[in-house]
């Protein structure tokens, strides 16, 4: 069984991007553009017991950021063995609060590839071949 990857942004056009990079990797995500309904997938994932392996998670300005959606989680112990977390803001306060939840925290312009390349690394796959 591969690994479970969740995407979670609000944004269609970035879950389509991130979701079509993992793809070219072999990697699957589910994607989900709100915090609510990421939360219902992961707790129902949970209790199916097919946990997610990965968090992806925007950690914009909303009312409940990656950041909230990751806390939630870890206090259910629910939350998936690898936290990656995307913003357009990236200042240290950021990466040092990613940190202190136990994951990374990626520039979701300047550095969305890399991104994927860690998440695919993360889940085992590899590039695959253009055909």
């Known amino acids: 069984m591969s690994a479970r990857i969740i995407v979670v942004d609000s944004d269609p056009g970035l879950l389509r991007s991130v979701d079509g990079l993992l793809r070219r990797f072999g990697a699957l995500a589910e994607v ?16 199916r017991g097919e946990p997610f392996d990965v968090l992806v998670a925007d950690v914009g300005p ?16 629910i939350a998936p063995e690898h936290l990656v977390f995307m913003s357009s803001v990236v200042d240290d306060e950021r990466r040092e ?22 998440v695919a690394a993360l889940t085992g796959a590899a590039p695959r071949p253009r055909s």
Do not use: Q
Request: proline letters at 0%; hydrophobic letters at 50%.
């Open 32 to 47: 989900s553009s709100s915090f609510s309904a990421a939360l219902g997938a992961i707790s129902a994932a949970e209790s």
């Open 62 to 77: 909303r009312a409940c950021s990656g950041f909230d959606l990751a806390l939630v989680l870890k206090h259910d112990r």
């Open 97 to 118: 609060k990613a940190s202190v939840l136990g994951g990374v925290l990626f520039d979701k312009v300047e550095e969305l590839l890399e991104m994927v390349v860690v």
